[in-house]
């Protein structure tokens, strides 16, 4: 694991509580993961037994200013605001109120990495509805590891090469991929882990 400096949630947007370590200098393509403290995210790591993380979103570069590009139910942005993919600051994404934990990823492929943040640029101005049937194989609408999958495979990198997991809930029956299937990519290397 490699620990970088010169960029943090201080440098960002400042809000209170960010748990980004302020020695954590991200980039466009990086991959980042969080725990959150809420039923959902417990359910999602009961359900995945090998991961850490709840959640993934990935790193975009806007004038200069890193934010992050993430399919996530739950977090609107006012009264009204559907579920989709969005962007949100680094220190809001990091915040306290929905991370207790997270990591840093990053491609092996720099210029791969670039091209996967404009992807995801792209599907956020596209207002890509959040996928609650967690179906892989519709990409009208996504979830969080699906996006970040897809993304990076529009710019040539199968993150992934396992099958999906299966999962059989009484509201949805579907088989999906867990952050942890993104996290062990043999493309990407840890960076920061907090």
Do not use: W
């Not at 929905?98 to 943040?117: F, I, P």
């Not at 996006?147 to 396992?162: I, Q, R, S």
């Amino acid at each position: 694991m490699t620990m970088i400096g010169l960029s943090s949630c201080g440098r960002h947007q400042q809000r209170k509580g960010c748990i980004l370590p302020d020695s954590v200098e991200l980039r466009a393509g990086d991959i980042v993961f969080r725990l959150g403290g809420g039923l959902e995210s417990h359910a999602v790591t009961i359900m995945d037994r090998n991961g850490d993380y709840s959640h993934v979103g990935i790193v975009i570069d806007t004038m200069g200013r890193k934010m992050i590009v993430h399919a996530v139910p739950g977090e609107p942005d006012f009264d009204g605001d559907p579920d989709r993919v969005k962007l949100d600051s680094v220190s809001k994404f990091f915040d306290s109120v929905y991370a207790l934990n997270g990591a840093v990823v990053r491609s092996t492929d720099s210029l791969s990495a670039q091209r996967a943040a404009k992807a995801a640029m792209a599907l956020c101005h596209r207002q890509i509805l959040f996928d609650d049937a967690y179906d892989v194989s519709d990409t009208t609408k996504m979830y969080c590891t699906e996006l970040v999958m897809f993304v990076y495979e529009k710019a040539g990198v199968k993150l992934v090469h396992t099958e999906p997991n299966h999962v059989e809930l009484p509201m949805v029956s579907a088989d999906v991929y867990y952050p942890s299937d993104v996290y062990q990519s043999k493309f990407l290397k840890p960076i920061y882990i907090f």
